[in-house]
Structure formats: structure tokens, C-alpha cells
Nanobody
Framework: QVQLVESGGGSVQAGGSLRLSCEAS????????MGWFRQAPGMDREFVAA????????SYKDSVKGRFTISRINAKNTVYLQMNSLKPEDTAVYYC???????????????WGQGTQVTVSS
């Protein structure tokens, strides 16, 4: 059974930082591309960042470039999202996802976590 478990969410003031973690089990983590998505209240879920199976390729939503960094440690089956210079508009539930074909993309992920809340106050 595949499980993706996010942690690290919370409340922070604008300009602050958070690091999200997502630990995977039940899949061959090192074969999968991993992504982070978010969903704000009343909005569709949107792509935030993705990373290739070996970590050599990353992709970001334009509005988070230079502020967010996605990384992974395959030996720990864990993917991270370091979020700096947070803005109120970053407030959302953040989800990690796995894509078993290893393609770094903004959609068509196979497995999803339950999400972790990030709240940024002004």
C-alpha cells in the first residue's frame, strides 16, 4: 500500500520560512518523480514544484521561483520543500505526489498524500 505522509506545515508571518517533508512508503521511491502541489480555499489545486528521480532536474511554478526549493533524499524515501520569503498568497494545503513513470511534470501524478496546512499571515 502506497503512503505519502506530509509534515512541517504551520503558521508563519510573511517573510518567514517553513520546510515541508513528505515520507513515502510502498513504492520504489528512487524510480519516481515527486511533486508538490497546493490548494487554497475555493481554488483549484495547482502545481508548485517537481523533482526528477535522481534530483538532477527540477521545475517550479513561476510565482515560487527563487523562494522555494524542492529536494529529495532517496535513502530516506523523503522529498522536501523549503519555502522562504513566504507571502500570504502562499496560504494553502500543500500536497506531495508521486509519478511512477519518473517524468517531471505538472500533472498526471499517481499517488497523493493527505496534505499539510500552511498559513502565512501579513
Amino acid at each position: 500500500q502506497v503512503q505519502l505522509v506530509e509534515s512541517g506545515g504551520g503558521s508563519v508571518q510573511a517573510g518567514g520560512s517553513l520546510r515541508l517533508s513528505c515520507e513515502a512508503s510502498g513504492l520504489t521511491f528512487s524510480d519516481d518523480a515527486m511533486g508538490w502541489f497546493r490548494q487554497a480555499p475555493g481554488m483549484d489545486r495547482e502545481f508548485v514544484a517537481a523533482i526528477s528521480r535522481g534530483g538532477w532536474k527540477t521545475s517550479y511554478k513561476d510565482s515560487v521561483k527563487g523562494r522555494f526549493t524542492i529536494s529529495r533524499i532517496n535513502a530516506k524515501n523523503t522529498v522536501y520543500l523549503q519555502m522562504n520569503s513566504l507571502k500570504p498568497e502562499d496560504t494553502a494545503v500543500y500536497y506531495c505526489a508521486a509519478r511512477v513513470d519518473g517524468v517531471v511534470a505538472e500533472a498526471e501524478y499517481d499517488y497523493w498524500g493527505q496534505g499539510t496546512q500552511v498559513t502565512v499571515s501579513s
